[in-house]
């Protein structure tokens, strides 16, 4: 498997608490994105990175932001959580844009 | 925009019998297309991907694709299914025109019955 960490693997939380999870890889790869997966809607973008700084929005990125400051972390902030935000977010990178991406064993939020 | 859709919610099979799984795509440019699998309780592992040349793609665990520009279709095949191939399908594409955003299906759920 590629190396590819997620932080925490489960969260419980609470309505209106700050959330981050966090991505973490060994394979310097360039892209980095963050999913949700729910059920009937399949993998949804929320955010993702070209490179150290760089990001840019999905298709569900109301109520996340993200940050990468080294080319290993790639951080997704829920900043006031909801229920609707209860999902498994799963973490993937890339090589190169056209390339197949890695994912990361998934967190599992759930947001009381 | 680019867009995927996998028209079937659940394919079933018996085992020994060729499945496929279907994906349509719209796409700008040029499409890149891929096939993912998640086994219960897992993550999402590749499959096969198409980026350009041979219109049949040939994959991990005995899967293929084809690739129709004129039907804009990405439908995943193999000629004898397993019971251990029962899992979660998922199409997704990137369109070449630009951007980096890859969009996934909402996945089909294959279940091979021995």
């Known amino acids: 498997d590629a190396g590819i960490t997620q932080s925490p693997r489960h969260k419980v939380t609470e309505t209106g608490t700050p959330v981050t999870l966090r991505c973490h890889q060994t394979e310097n790869h360039r892209y980095m994105y963050w999913y949700r997966q729910d059920p009937g809607h399949g993998l949804r973008l929320i955010h993702y990175?070209?490179?150290?700084?760089?990001?840019d929005k999905g298709e569900v990125s109301d109520g996340y932001s993200v940050s990468r400051s080294k080319t290993e972390d790639f951080l997704l902030t829920l900043e006031s959580a909801t229920s609707s935000q209860t999902s498994v977010y799963f973490c993937?990178?890339?090589?190169?844009?056209?390339?197949?991406?890695?994912f990361g064993p998934g967190t599992r939020l759930t947001v009381l | 925009a680019q867009s995927v859709a996998q028209p079937e919610d659940q394919v079933n099979v018996a085992e020994g019998n060729p499945l496929t799984v279907k994906c349509t795509y719209s796409v700008s440019g040029n499409p890149y297309l891929f096939w993912y699998v998640q086994y219960p309780n897992r993550g999402l592992q590749f499959l096969l991907k198409?980026?350009?040349?041979?219109?049949l793609v040939k994959g991990s665990y005995g899967f293929e694709a084809e690739f129709n520009k004129s039907q804009t279709s990405f439908h995943l095949k193999k000629p004898s299914a397993l019971v251990s191939d029962s899992a979660l399908y998922f199409c997704?594409?990137?369109?070449?025109?630009?951007?980096?955003?890859?969009?996934f299906g909402a996945g089909t759920r294959l279940f091979v019955k021995a």
């Open positions: 990175s070209y490179g150290v700084k760089d990001t």
């Open positions: 997704a594409v990137r369109d070449g025109a630009g951007g980096f955003k890859t969009i």
């Open positions: 198409y980026i350009t040349g041979d219109n």
């Open positions: 993937a990178i890339s090589l190169a844009g056209d390339n197949e991406q890695f």
